[in-house]
Nanobody, 130 residues
Framework: QVQLVESGGGSVQAGGSLRLSCAASAYTDISSIHCLGWFRQAPGKEREGVAIFYRPLNTAMYADSVKGRFTISHDNAKPTVYLLMNSLKPEDTAMYYC?????????????????????WGQGTQVTVSS
């Protein structure tokens, strides 16, 4: 059982920044969770991958729509994963979800597919106004 608790959402104007946090805890060994990341879902749209952190190699993967604007990072001691979002656009408005899995991100070709992830947080709303 893995618990993921998100925080940091809110409302900003276009061009602004927000930082999301996701604290992970587990009743079993958290070290088995190799993939931590963020997805988002806007009303009427499918859930899409935003950024994933692969813990064993300390590498990150991003959706093309956020490359150069968003940065994912990880504090292994806590463990917590962060998403720093800069230069926000109205199209970034969505519910943002933290996700975790043991192996979903081992291949970069499937790392951003939501159906690969077995553990999810409750979500935090991000609203960007123009």
């Amino acid at each position: 059982q893995v618990q993921l608790v998100e925080s940091g959402g809110g409302s900003v104007q276009a061009g602004g920044s927000l930082r999301l946090s996701c604290a992970a805890s587990a009743y079993t060994d958290i070290s088995s969770i190799h993939c931590l990341g963020w997805f988002r879902q806007a009303p009427g749209k499918e859930r899409e991958g935003v950024a994933i952190f692969y813990r064993p190699l300390n590498t990150a993967m991003y959706a093309d729509s956020v490359k150069g604007r968003f940065t994912i990072s990880h504090d292994n001691a806590k463990p917590t994963v962060y998403l720093l979002m800069n230069s926000l656009k109205p199209e970034d408005t969505a519910m943002y979800y933290c996700a975790a899995d043991t192996s979903a991100c081992r291949s970069s070709t499937i790392a951003l597919e939501a159906n690969r992830y077995h553990h999810w947080g409750q979500g935090t709303q991000v609203t960007v106004s123009s």
